[in-house]
């Protein structure tokens, strides 16, 4: 039976097929190009969110990390640049290259905004604060100050030129910018009470709160006040900020440093003074954050000593002692001289006081020798403020020494000797020296080149200081 040949079939592109395969590439086509818009949306949108909450809740390295992330999907997004730029903005330094470098985007996709002039002026801010020429300084901060003038229709173009202001003041020396600075945050407080209120930003409000404590910072208690609760304001709004709570802490040593109340109103304070002591230093001891302990343990600790020296001020010598004694013996503070500066302040305060009974003073004296010897090892002399300290430190050693008598003498002889070695041109130093070597009975070949070059120091105002000297030197 033969077989059939089979033929070929034979496929031919008509225009219905044709089109037909046309339209069906197209569809894939457009399938791929709706299915990556889609997907680069949606990343997009993933990657902005996960920026914007990471920097709500302070995660900086994480929004960091997103923003980079939406702006590579979608460049044109100008939210994303200009919380990015903030972010490297704060982290300064190097980062402010890039910071400006969205900003200048920001301006060319035509989002000029008031906040991206506030932005652009804290660049120049944070540049003035690295520079050192006074003339480097002026122009940044007047650049900086254009661009919070420009944008004036928002509380944080008042702050901002009020930081500038400060740097000003802190860089060139001249304290009466602080004044004006003070204008303007009384300007920005006026704005954020009226109409603006809702306009202001969690950042301006705390550029706000920390610019006007700076603004406060003086010596005169009433500023101190209207500074501390600024930087208190400051600490509740920034709460993940450790600047704030340093700055209440500095604040608060700097109010019991001038502090001149009664035993009974200090006394009155003590309790709750102590419990927020012990809540702010349970903060950082507990933490492992070795940054945390470098921005808080030592504006603590002069808090702290501070504190104690105004009880000690006030007369209440049984509260003040514990606390000299808790920071003296806490490791965290061994390497520091001013635990045993304060103490041994103390002590010798405690010492000269008028009235008190021999029997108190020895002991005073007493209790002040170990302080001044921990201090003695913690001081330098390498510069002249290290050598003053130092002389001033051993002086106090001697008058410690002295005062237990005889078997003080020798020491208080070595201390003032040392003294001498730092300055030996000082009269109240050789008069010192001379007076203990009295006591302690001395050949006069021994005090006679002391007595001869306290002798030709004592000129001037230490002429009279001289003449109870030899009063003293005549006694049998």
């Known amino acids: 039976m033969a077989i059939d040949k089979i033929e070929s079939k034979k496929y031919e592109f008509t225009k219905g097929a044709m089109l037909q395969l046309g339209i069906a590439a197209g569809l894939v086509v457009a399938s791929l190009i709706l299915g990556w818009a889609a997907f680069s949306k949606w990343r997009f949108k993933s990657s902005l969110v996960a920026g914007y909450r990471a920097y709500e809740s302070y995660q900086l390295s994480l929004a960091k990390r997103e923003l980079e992330s939406a702006i590579s999907w979608n460049p044109e997004h100008v939210g994303a ?15 402010l290259s890039s910071a400006e470098g969205h900003y200048k985007k920001i301006r060319e996709l035509g989002g000029d905004s008031s906040t991206a ?23 940044l ?3 900086a100050t254009a661009e919070f003038q420009a944008a004036s229709d928002i509380p944080e173009g008042n702050i901002g030129v009020g930081h500038g202001l400060l740097l000003l003041s802190q860089k060139l020396g001249n304290p009466r910018l602080l004044a004006d600075a003070r204008v303007r945050f ?8 009226g109409k603006s209120a809702a306009r202001i930003s969690r950042d301006g409000l705390i550029d706000y709160y920390s610019g006007l404590g700076r603004a406060f910072s003086t010596d005169d208690p009433r500023d101190l006040e209207v500074a501390r609760d600024a930087f208190q304001s400051c600490m509740q709004v920034a709460r993940r900020w450790e600047m704030p709570r340093a700055n209440v802490m500095a604040l608060e040593a700097r109010q019991w440093a001038v ?3 009664t035993l009974g109103e200090i006394t009155a304070l003590e309790a709750s003074v102590n419990v927020r002591r012990k809540l702010m230093g349970s903060y950082w001891r507990d933490s492992r954050d070795q940054e945390l302990f470098k921005k808080h343990a030592r504006p603590w600790m002069a808090w702290s000593l501070s504190f104690a020296q105004a009880l000690a001020r006030a007369g209440n010598d049984r509260a003040a002692a514990p606390i000299f004694n808790e ?21 010798c305060d405690v010492v000269m006081r008028e009235g008190i009974k021999p029997g108190e003073q020895e002991n005073a004296a007493k209790l002040a020798i170990q302080p001044l010897d921990g201090l003695l090892k913690k001081l330098s002399a390498a510069d002249d403020a ?3 300290r130092k002389a001033v430190a051993h002086n106090a050693m001697a008058l410690m020494r002295f005062l237990q008598g005889l078997a003080g003498y020798k020491s208080a002889q070595d201390n003032l000797a040392d003294a001498l070695k730092l300055f030996p041109d000082d009269y109240v130093y050789n008069r010192n020296l001379l007076v203990v070597l009295k006591r302690a009975k001395a050949t006069p070949a021994q005090m006679q080149p002391v007595l001869d070059k306290t002798k030709a120091l004592a000129t001037g105002a230490f002429a009279e200081d001289f003449e109870k000297v030899e009063k003293v030197l005549a006694e049998k």
């Open 186 to 193: 009384e300007a920005a407080r006026k704005e954020m009470g």
């Open 117 to 139: 002039k506030v932005g652009m002026g804290v660049i120049y801010l944070k540049r003035a604060e690295l520079a050192t020429a006074p003339k480097e300084v002026q122009d």
């Open 141 to 143: 901060v007047t650049k």
């Open 81 to 95: 640049r200009e919380v990015l730029a903030k972010i490297l903005c704060d982290a300064g330094g190097p980062e």
């Open 259 to 261: 502090w001149k109340g």
């Open 386 to 388: 290290g050598k003053e």
């Open 327 to 347: 920071i003296r013996g806490n490791e965290h503070f061994k390497d520091f001289p001013e635990p045993f500066l304060a103490e041994s302040r103390f002590h």
